[in-house]
Nanobody, 120 residues
Framework: QVQLVESGGGLVQPGGSLRLSCAVSRSSFSIYSMAWYRQAPGKQRELVAAVTSGGSTNYADSVRGRFTISRDNAKNMVYLQMNSLKPEDTAVYYC??????????????WGQGTQVTVSS
């Protein structure tokens, strides 16, 4: 299995910045992609950004140009740099890893989430 621990959430004013971090436990499995999701109260969990093992990235339209996902394979870390934050970015942010092996196929692990609140 792969264990994930997020950190870096908090309260920030509109227009401010935060950087979320996700620590990925070392594993014998291959990690194919990492992603950040978020879930606001009363809403479904949605994809924010994803990065593949090859470094390709994908962003939700609502955050493209403001958020940047990156991964440091040497440190087993994934980051989400969030700039120009808006009140509608308020949510619990979750880190997700897709991993697996030829024998087991694809599996997924989630972190426990970190709260981001954008408010004046």
């Amino acid at each position: 299995q792969v264990q994930l621990v997020e950190s870096g959430g908090g309260l920030v004013q509109p227009g401010g910045s935060l950087r979320l971090s996700c620590a990925v436990s070392r594993s014998s499995f291959s990690i194919y992609s990492m992603a950040w999701y978020r879930q606001a109260p009363g809403k479904q969990r949605e994809l924010v950004a994803a990065v593949t093992s090859g470094g390709s990235t994908n962003y939700a339209d609502s955050v493209r140009g403001r958020f940047t996902i990156s991964r440091d394979n040497a440190k087993n870390m994934v980051y989400l740099q969030m700039n120009s934050l808006k009140p509608e970015d308020t949510a619990v942010y979750y880190c997700k890893a897709v991993f697996g092996s030829p024998a087991l196929g694809l599996l997924a692990s989630w972190g426990q989430g970190t709260q981001v609140t954008v408010s004046s």
